[in-house]
């Protein structure tokens, strides 16, 4: 065994200097923003629940102020965990008319209500507005969605997205999207459920033609939320923007170490690529986030099998399992709303997500009907078991039997999924449903699929994040965390923002103090000249 002593190891004097030098220089810019109150002033479009605007505050340097989300639920999500937050509950496009109208041509307006029925306040004028972010919906672009529409009303809402740039006309502007943005071709025509024709990847291609004829720097990424600490795989799209004589922020190189294969290059139209990842073969300083890391100290619970197609044994009658049993019903949800912790937290991912939280929330299943409580009782309990591994009786017809389109679709593999607790949550969707496109949603170790807190934690928020709906759905409350950016990665891009800040900072610091040195010879030349 080889021994050393870790002083031994050399530091490169230049690098150790520029760090401390920026690190002192960090703590400055810091202290003179809290002291100033001079963090950039944000406006959150399609919000949704608030994913980014957690990560964005995180950083200290932003104040999400404004936010407009379409759907109630997650407005009023958005607004329980964002007090001081003015959020707008409707439509992207009438919002922006009312704010040029009053602001742009100074017309007074009637009043208008949102879609939980309360007046909507004034919209901020320009010259409020620093950092605008947004999502526009992704549906459309999605590489998931099977049934692409060529002229899907909703892909217009991009161009919304840039109006607003227009008219506020921020210092920064930040765009996330699905990958499948990037091969969208704009113009195209439909072809039974494909689109053919028009411009390859058109869509980036006008996003990019109006920031620059906008008078804003721009670049585009592809980025891995599993590279910045998330234990999920999801690669989205991300566009940023800085007006000229600004820095244009990077994109984060990866923190954590992250086994999932799949490229977050772009394939440009001449056929050459590029990515911003300079880190090689997925290396990183820190080890990538289990599933296990994610949740196991949350509070254990089982469904309570029904026995509805095999009746229960005298082995079932006498086991004794060690988790607490819930009867799942037709509808609502099963778990509890609000719970206590049972433990401490057993991984800094964890303590993470504890921060600050005294009560654990959304602890909650959806309902299933009895036949799908009882099939997913029955998966095996070990990694990568699913309805292949269920007894016969209960094999759904649609996904084993030979004359399904299961033999199209590789016996359709991983639904009714059980996950391992040593890989890594698989992309989040809308609907956590054993039998959807990502239906590997059983717990590890535990007979269920798993809650909205294990959910919510598969995306890195914090569990005082606490999730609304304005019917107690459930389905509402996935919807809402499948849409959003993990927090994480909107905090990694958020520190290259910081970065950015900090080199004005420092410019504007080194003119000052240059002016004032100019200023100070010019008083020193005067002086001398009248003493001669």
Not at 174 to 196: A, P, T, Y
Not at 259 to 278: D, H, R, T, V
Not at 291 to 303: G, Q
Not at 307 to 326: G, S
Request: glycine share 8%; charged share 25%.
């Amino acid at each position: 065994m080889c021994l050393f002593d870790v002083n031994d190891i050399s530091k490169c004097q230049i690098c150790e200097e520029r760090r401390r030098k920026y690190q002192s220089l960090s703590i400055e810019f810091y202290d003179y923003i809290k002291m100033n109150n001079q963090k950039l002033r944000a406006m959150d479009i399609f919000s949704g629940c608030g994913g980014i605007t957690v990560g964005m505050d995180q950083t200290g340097v932003i104040d999400t102020k404004w936010a407009i989300e379409f759907d109630s639920s997650a407005a009023m999500t958005f607004e329980k965990n964002n007090p001081s937050a003015v959020v707008y509950n409707q439509c992207a496009n009438l919002l922006l008319e009312r704010a040029i109208a009053e602001h742009g041509r100074q017309e007074k307006l009637n009043d208008l209500k949102d879609f939980l029925g309360r007046k909507v306040p004034s919209m901020p004028a320009p010259g409020d507005v620093d950092f605008i972010y947004c999502g526009p919906p992704c549906q459309g672009f999605s590489g998931v969605n099977r049934y692409q529409k060529a002229d899907d009303i909703k892909n217009s809402l991009v161009a919304t997205s840039l109006s607003y740039v227009d008219f506020y006309k921020p210092q920064y502007f930040l765009l996330e999207n699905v990958r499948g943005m990037l091969c969208f071709r704009l113009g195209g025509e439909q072809d039974g459920v494909k689109i053919k024709g028009g411009i390859k990847m058109g869509v980036i291609k006008f996003i990019l033609r109006s920031l620059t004829a906008m008078g804003y720097q721009t670049r585009f990424g592809v980025q891995q939320a599993g590279h910045h600490g998330v234990p999920q795989s999801r690669r989205r799209l991300f566009i940023w923007g800085a007006k000229q004589r600004l820095y244009l922020p990077d994109f984060p190189q990866p923190s954590t170490c992250f086994a999932k294969q799949g490229s977050i290059s772009i394939l440009l139209p001449n056929g050459s690529s590029f990515s911003y990842n300079k880190r090689a073969n997925g290396h990183a300083p820190l080890p990538a986030v289990s599933v296990c890391d994610a949740i196991n100290d949350l509070p254990e619970f089982e469904f309570v099998n029904p026995h509805l197609t095999y009746p229960a044994t005298a082995e079932d009658k006498n086991e004794k399992r060690p988790f607490k049993q819930v009867i799942v019903p037709e509808r609502g949800w099963a778990g509890d709303m609000v719970t206590k912790y049972e433990s401490g937290p057993l991984s800094e991912y964890q303590r993470q997500c504890r921060k600050d939280s005294e009560f654990l929330h959304n602890h909650v299943t959806r309902a299933f009907n009895q036949l799908t409580v009882e099939r997913i009782i029955r998966i095996p309990m070990f990694p990568g078991a699913d309805h292949s591994n269920l007894p016969e009786k209960l094999k759904p017809w649609c996904l084993s039997d030979p004359n399904s389109a299961a033999s199209r679709h590789n016996g359709w593999k991983g639904l009714f999924g059980r996950l391992d607790f040593n890989g890594h949550f698989l992309t989040a969707l809308t609907d956590i449903n054993p039998m959807g496109k990502t239906g590997t949603v059983i717990h590890p170790n535990q007979r269920r699929i798993i809650t909205v807190r294990e959910c919510a934690r598969a995306q890195g928020f914090p569990d005082k994040f606490v999730f609304l709906s304005d019917r107690d759905d459930v389905k509402d409350m996935h919807r809402q965390i499948g849409n959003a950016v993990p927090p994480p990665l909107a905090f990694s891009l958020g520190q290259e923002l910081v970065k950015v800040l900090i080199r004005e900072y420092e410019k504007d610091k080194n003119k000052k103090g240059k002016e004032v040195t100019e200023h100070v010879m010019c008083e020193v030349w005067v002086d001398l000249s009248k003493n001669n």
